[in-house]
């Protein structure tokens, strides 16, 4: 089993910043993607950035400019830079891989943390 632990959730202010992390842990052969996910109270969860294992990115329109994804492959971690947090952004952040467990799968496997709350103040 994988195991994914989400860190560095909390209480801005607007303009402010935060770096969460998404370490995964387990028996995995290799993560292609790792990505970052959010849902807001009585909203649907939506896709906020992820990357591939080359280092491919890509971002919700709403966040582009202001936060950055990034990875090491190494420690499989992967980390959120959310730079300008503004009133909108304010939600669980879940981490969500998707790989191989081993060399010979022939289908993905997906896991998904267990989220991190991120709240901004005006």
């Known amino acids: 089993q994988v195991h994914l632990v989400e860190s560095g959730g909390g209480l801005v202010q607007a303009g402010g910043s935060l770096r969460l992390s998404c370490a995964a842990s387990?028996?995995?052969?290799?993560?292609?993607?790792m990505g970052w996910y959010r849902q807001a109270p009585g909203k649907q969860r939506e896709l906020v950035a992820t990357?591939?294992?080359?280092?491919?990115?890509s971002y919700a329109d709403s966040v582009k400019g202001r936060f950055t994804i990034s990875r090491d492959n190494a420690k499989n971690t992967a980390y959120l830079q959310m730079n300008s947090l503004e009133p909108e952004d304010p939600a669980v952040y879940y981490c969500?891989?998707?790989?191989?467990?081993?060399?010979?799968?022939?289908?993905?496997?997906?896991?998904w943390g267990q989220g991190t709350q991120v709240t901004v103040s005006s």
């Open positions: 387990g028996s995995i052969f290799s993560i292609n993607v």
């Open positions: 990357i591939t294992k080359g280092g491919a990115t």
């Open positions: 969500n891989i998707v790989g191989r467990l081993t060399s010979w799968s022939l289908v993905d496997y997906d896991a």
